[in-house]
């Protein structure tokens, strides 16, 4: 049976962004009909505000402005993630920070790892890259004369959500035709082999499709209470469980920080977000190891104001991801896929990414999907875990003592084993890009290099021969150069959006 008709269940972000991946990779067949089936009824989750820099190649694939997106979303740039009292404030300092920058770490040639640890008195993201010192100086990472995502430095981007999932939805629409049925799904029946075969619905009756993708958020409508495919817990791993959410609005000429600033409390972490017209604010922390009031408490002493006076979410994190991320004719995107504690924007890239698979990948009869859903199952299952083990390693090194929650997250079981090995490898040698052998590696070589070394992870020092050390120390030393020209020419990150908003970036 040729596959013809795809129903994609739920907007948003990921619904829309699927519906964008296939709509470009299947332009060429005329006669392939994409349909987003999108409740009045309910609204998005939209808690996701950053992402990371390869969704700048799916916006430009689509063919989205990035002037556009940037005037209509109130984008920000981000340029790092700047972890803030993830260790020990006695050994490190009140206020300890390291970045996880977008950069390349020593992008001159050869890694200056070894260098930082035997010479370097500086944070290892200021001697690898001159991105550090941009991001403390709040510059921008590009300038008004610069091409459509192009720049002089790695980026991603802060956002607004429900105005992405819009200029998504319009994009999808008028430039690659796909239907859109506002329609509340009253249930779902299955075929004899027990394929999905057809939605029932309020305003448009029985619909159906050839294949189905289920992004209907937690409420996994498909994936989960129709299919019934089971759900990897993940919470003996990862133990921050809830985010209470607020948006606080900021002054119109505030300035506004290029990274996402994450800042530790002593059971879990706090997002904040600067937007152009406000900021977006997170309290995501454990329910074992602190209660909702206590966390409302910390949240208000926090932003310096009585929370009473917004609008605020209390979000349960269900921890783990689809044993099956493919099964049958129907397709699990985004947080019907599963999810985990937003730290490095990995909902929003694993839905990109996943998407993207399956639209250059698209099969074209039923008779193939159970052989791309062995494929494509296989290779999620990995992403996922190397996803869990990213983040876990950001607790794994804190040296934090002040509570039971950090102290927890230290327990060997809890260590997922494919990082115990790599750890115990990195305690020997610096990692290098053969640790990291797979395709589908989602945190790649410069990811872990800035984690690792920005929480002092203890490689052993090898004594370097004395033409490469004086390589290296010169290498230092253009790096250094670098950043104080980046700092003296790219414009101040508001200063630039301003820019933007008023003559747009030069198109590609």
Not at 96 to 113: R, V
Not at 145 to 156: I, K, P, Q, R, W
Not at 174 to 191: G, K, W, Y
């Given at each position: 049976?040729?596959?013809?008709?795809?129903?994609?269940?739920?907007?948003?972000?990921?619904?829309?962004?699927?519906?964008?991946?296939?709509?470009?990779?299947?332009?060429?067949?005329?006669?392939?009909?994409?349909?987003?089936?999108?409740?009045?009824?309910?609204?998005?989750?939209?808690?996701?505000?950053?992402?990371?820099?390869?969704?700048?190649?799916?916006?430009?694939?689509?063919?989205?402005?990035?002037?556009?997106?940037?005037?209509?979303?109130?984008?920000?740039?981000?340029?790092?993630?700047?972890?803030?009292?993830?260790?020990?404030?006695?050994?490190?300092?009140?206020?300890?920070?390291?970045?996880?920058?977008?950069?390349?770490?020593?992008?001159?040639?050869?890694?200056?790892?070894?260098?930082?640890?035997?010479?370097?008195?500086?944070?290892?993201?200021?001697?690898?890259?001159?991105?550090?010192?941009?991001?403390?100086?709040?510059?921008?990472?590009?300038?008004?004369?610069?091409?459509?995502?192009?720049?002089?430095?790695?980026?991603?981007?802060?956002?607004?959500?429900?105005?992405?999932?819009?200029?998504l939805a319009e994009n999808a629409i008028c430039r690659f035709n796909v239907e859109h049925i506002m329609a509340n799904v009253l249930d779902v029946s299955l075929t004899g082999s027990g394929d999905i075969g057809s939605l029932?619905?309020?305003?448009?009756?029985?619909?159906?499709?050839?294949?189905?993708?289920?992004?209907?958020?937690?409420?996994?409508?498909?994936?989960?209470?129709?299919?019934?495919?089971?759900?990897?817990?993940?919470?003996?791993?990862?133990?921050?469980?809830?985010?209470?959410?607020?948006?606080?609005?900021?002054?119109?000429?505030?300035?506004?920080?290029?990274?996402?600033?994450?800042?530790?409390?002593?059971?879990?972490?706090?997002?904040?977000?600067?937007?152009?017209?406000?900021?977006?604010?997170?309290?995501?922390?454990?329910?074992e190891y602190m209660d909702d009031d206590e966390a409302l408490n910390k949240l208000s002493r926090y932003l310096g104001q009585d929370l009473a006076q917004y609008k605020y979410r209390v979000l349960p994190m269900k921890l783990?991801?689809?044993?099956?991320?493919?099964?049958?004719?129907?397709?699990?995107?985004?947080?019907?896929?599963?999810?985990?504690?937003?730290?490095?924007?990995?909902?929003?890239?694993?839905?990109?990414?996943?998407?993207?698979?399956?639209?250059?990948?698209?099969?074209?009869?039923?008779?193939?999907?159970?052989?791309?859903?062995?494929?494509?199952?296989?290779?999620?299952?990995?992403?996922?875990?190397?996803?869990?083990?990213?983040?876990?390693?950001?607790?794994?090194?804190?040296?934090?003592?002040?509570?039971?929650?950090?102290?927890?997250?230290?327990?060997?079981?809890?260590?997922?084993?494919?990082?115990?090995?790599?750890?115990?490898?990195?305690?020997?040698?610096?990692?290098?890009?053969?640790?990291?052998?797979?395709?589908?590696?989602?945190?790649?070589?410069?990811?872990?290099?800035?984690?690792?070394?920005?929480?002092?992870?203890?490689?052993?020092?090898?004594?370097?021969?004395?033409?490469?050390?004086?390589?290296?120390?010169?290498?230092?030393?253009?790096?250094?150069?670098?950043?104080?020209?980046?700092?003296?020419?790219?414009?101040?990150?508001?200063?630039?959006?301003?820019?933007?908003?008023?003559?747009?970036?030069?198109?590609?």
């Amino acid at each position: 049976m040729d596959i013809k008709r795809i129903i994609i269940l739920g907007g948003g972000t990921a619904g829309w962004l699927a519906a964008n991946h296939l709509g470009k990779a299947l332009a060429h067949r005329e006669d392939v009909l994409i349909s987003l089936v999108e409740s009045p009824d309910i609204p998005i989750i939209g808690v996701g505000e950053g992402t990371v820099p390869a969704i700048r190649q799916s916006l430009k694939r689509f063919g989205i402005s990035e002037s556009e997106f940037i005037r209509r979303c109130d984008v920000t740039f981000k340029q790092s993630i700047k972890f803030v009292n993830w260790m020990d404030k006695g050994r490190h300092g009140e206020g300890n920070f390291y970045h996880h920058l977008f950069d390349m770490p020593s992008p001159l040639g050869e890694d200056l790892t070894q260098h930082w640890l035997t010479n370097s008195d500086l944070a290892y993201g200021d001697l690898v890259s001159p991105q550090h010192k941009v991001c403390e100086a709040g510059r921008a990472p590009k300038q008004i004369t610069h091409s459509e995502y192009e720049g002089a430095l790695g980026y991603a981007y802060h956002l607004n959500a429900a105005k992405f999932a819009k200029l998504l939805a319009e994009n999808a629409i008028c430039r690659f035709n796909v239907e859109h049925i506002m329609a509340n799904v009253l249930d779902v029946s299955l075929t004899g082999s027990g394929d999905i075969g057809s939605l029932e619905t309020d305003s448009r009756g029985s619909i159906s499709a050839d294949f189905y993708i289920d992004c209907s958020g937690f409420e996994s409508l498909l994936i989960d209470k129709t299919l019934k495919v089971p759900f990897v817990d993940k919470s003996h791993q990862l133990f921050a469980d809830k985010a209470i959410a607020v948006q606080v609005p900021i002054a119109a000429d505030a300035s506004i920080p290029p990274y996402t600033l994450a800042t530790a409390h002593q059971a879990g972490w706090i997002w904040d977000i600067a937007l152009t017209n406000r900021r977006g604010v997170g309290f995501v922390y454990s329910s074992e190891y602190m209660d909702d009031d206590e966390a409302l408490n910390k949240l208000s002493r926090y932003l310096g104001q009585d929370l009473a006076q917004y609008k605020y979410r209390v979000l349960p994190m269900k921890l783990g991801y689809r044993k099956e991320f493919l099964h049958k004719n129907c397709l699990s995107l985004g947080l019907a896929q599963g999810f985990l504690e937003p730290l490095e924007a990995t909902s929003i890239l694993l839905t990109d990414f996943a998407a993207g698979f399956i639209a250059n990948r698209f099969p074209t009869d039923r008779d193939a999907l159970d052989l791309l859903g062995q494929q494509f199952n296989q290779v999620m299952t990995y992403a996922w875990e190397r996803v869990v083990e990213f983040i876990k390693v950001h607790y794994y090194l804190s040296d934090r003592e002040d509570s039971a929650f950090w102290r927890d997250n230290r327990a060997p079981s809890g260590l997922p084993s494919e990082l115990a090995n790599r750890l115990a490898l990195w305690r020997n040698h610096v990692p290098i890009r053969q640790d990291f052998f797979s395709k589908f590696e989602v945190f790649d070589l410069e990811n872990y290099l800035y984690v690792l070394y920005g929480m002092h992870y203890p490689t052993a020092k090898a004594a370097p021969q004395a033409e490469q050390s004086e390589a290296s120390q010169a290498q230092a030393q253009q790096i250094a150069k670098v950043a104080q020209h980046l700092v003296s020419e790219l414009p101040d990150h508001r200063e630039l959006l301003e820019k933007i908003a008023a003559y747009g970036l030069q198109k590609c």
